[in-house]
């Protein structure tokens, strides 16, 4: 069953379960949510053994912190997303062994375990605004500032590695994160 | 940094949740989260608001032994995560949990039988030991330091210190567990010295049934769940006591 097709509150039902003990919950927590989950790790680390090893973290930890989630606080898919998101992203900024990899060894054959032709961060940011319905919002935003959002978002660059991808100062990058974040925050506020 | 101004962790926030921030300042971010509610709700404001982006992201989907991985690290039967034919594995695993618990207990009964003592005495009353999870670490010179005991379904951690650790000012004693397959995961904080307890993030049985290594380092402040441990201090075996 692919996450689109289960509803919120059945998640939230599962993780309940889930904080129970309750094996069967898991798989069925699993089998909804894993391929939405491994693809948001896979973006980040760029490996598929790397990206594996995140989304079984993330699942030992929800299985460990499942009794600790609050439905009042968070969506279930919120919560998921951001535990995996989290691990992600200290899985590459802690990967001393790929810290010499570059981006462009990343697009080339180095990586090519993403195959897909919507791997552009920049699109699947205007592709979420589309979904969103928070396209004017994005529009909103200089393209030097979207392209920065959409690296940093959908490959967990940081300021310096924007900086060289994209061929300006850090400097600037680092102001054009901060104002793009801004006038993000005010679209995303608007749909809350 | 002044963590009291709305706005520098609402900005902080958001860098940390965009993944914008090097290992170094996450680290410290998550230090300072761990410490200020405040700066746990800018996170918790941001992630409510990002994660619709994540979902243009196309899925894809993992590979079977990515769940079999996760049932076996969580003490599932990772080989049939599913299949109703393995009842007969139901009883013959507590036949088998029991028959390695008390080869575990002999075994470390022979080898440390004085640190086995306050074990016995705090279920002295009830005249048998109860199921419990029994960790014992020793220093390099493989001296017992710590004895770490849990009942099987119980959430808190008892911990006798036998010898005192010193540790520099500001830092702590982080009690990790390390299962049999992936990353060490963070238990709670010991005391330098004498007997403590802790809450765990939940039951003996659940976090410790794969786990057959205990270990401790020195950490700057408590380690949250994913952190990577420091050096180890002290290790040693966990066994099943029933």
């Known amino acids: 069953m692919p996450a689109a097709k289960i509803a919120s509150a059945d998640l939230q039902q599962l993780l309940a379960r889930v904080a129970l003990g309750d094996r069967v919950a898991f798989r069925r927590l699993y089998d909804a949510t894993a391929s939405s989950l491994f693809g948001v790790a896979l973006r980040i680390v760029r490996q598929r053994d790397r990206a594996e090893e995140v989304l079984q973290?993330?699942?030992?930890?929800?299985?460990?912190?499942?009794?600790?989630?609050?439905?009042?606080?968070?969506?279930?898919?919120?919560?998921?997303?951001?535990?995996?998101?989290?691990?992600?992203?200290d899985e590459l900024r802690s990967g001393a062994r790929h810290s010499a990899e570059s981006l462009d060894d990343r697009e080339s054959g180095a990586a090519p375990e993403i195959e897909d032709e919507r791997a552009n961060p920049l699109g699947l940011l205007e592709q979420a605004a589309d979904a969103?319905?928070?396209?004017?919002?994005?529009?909103?935003?200089?393209?030097?500032?979207?392209?920065?959002?959409?690296?940093?978002?959908?490959?967990?660059?940081?300021?310096?590695?924007?900086?060289?991808?994209?061929?300006?100062?850090?400097?600037?990058?680092?102001?054009?994160?901060?104002?793009?974040?801004?006038?993000?925050?005010?679209?995303?506020?608007?749909?809350a | 940094m002044n963590y009291d101004r709305?706005?520098?962790?609402?900005?902080?926030?958001?860098?940390?949740?965009?993944g914008m921030m090097s290992a170094r300042v996450r680290r410290r971010f998550q230090a300072i989260q761990r410490a200020l509610p405040a700066a746990q709700h800018a996170v918790q404001a941001?992630?409510?608001?990002?994660?619709?982006?994540?979902?243009?992201?196309?899925?894809?989907?993992?590979?079977?032994?990515?769940?079999?991985?996760?049932?076996?690290r969580t003490g599932g039967q990772a080989s049939r995560p599913v299949a109703p034919a393995s009842a007969w594995l139901a009883w013959l695993k507590p036949v088998l949990g029991v028959a390695f618990g008390v080869v575990a207990t002999l075994g470390l009964v022979r080898l440390y039988p004085t640190a086995m003592v306050p074990v016995d005495e705090i279920v002295q009353a009830r005249g048998t030991l109860p199921a419990s999870y029994v960790g014992l670490l020793t220093d390099a010179a493989n001296n017992p330091v710590v004895l770490a005991s849990s009942t099987r379904h119980g959430r808190t951690m008892s911990i006798k210190m036998l010898r005192k650790v010193d540790v520099p000012p500001g830092k702590v004693l982080q009690l990790?567990?390390?299962?049999?397959?992936?990353?060490?995961?963070?238990?709670?904080?010991v005391p330098f010295e004498g007997k403590g307890s802790f809450q765990m993030a939940d039951t003996s049985e659940k976090l410790l049934s794969s786990v057959p290594r205990l270990a401790i380092s020195v950490e700057n402040a408590p380690a949250r769940a994913g952190a990577a441990p420091a050096p180890y201090l002290l290790t040693g075996n966990c066994v099943k006591l029933w």
């Open chain 2, 176 to 189: 990790w567990a390390l299962p049999k397959e992936g990353a060490a995961f963070p238990l709670g904080v």
């Open chain 1, 57 to 89: 973290d993330a699942f030992i930890n929800a299985w460990n912190r499942a009794a600790g989630y609050q439905a009042a606080l968070s969506q279930p898919m919120t919560w998921l997303t951001a535990i995996v998101r989290n691990r992600a992203l």
């Open chain 2, 6 to 18: 709305p706005e520098l962790l609402d900005r902080l926030a958001a860098e940390y949740v965009f």
């Open chain 1, 132 to 191: 969103l319905a928070i396209r004017d919002c994005l529009d909103a935003i200089d393209g030097p500032q979207r392209q920065c959002l959409a690296l940093v978002y959908y490959h967990g660059l940081s300021h310096s590695e924007v900086a060289g991808h994209i061929g300006s100062p850090i400097g600037s990058v680092k102001v054009w994160l901060r104002r793009g974040l801004d006038k993000l925050k005010r679209c995303l506020e608007r749909l």
């Open chain 2, 46 to 72: 941001w992630e409510q608001r990002l994660t619709p982006l994540a979902r243009s992201v196309p899925p894809e989907r993992p590979s079977a032994a990515a769940w079999e991985a996760i049932d076996h």
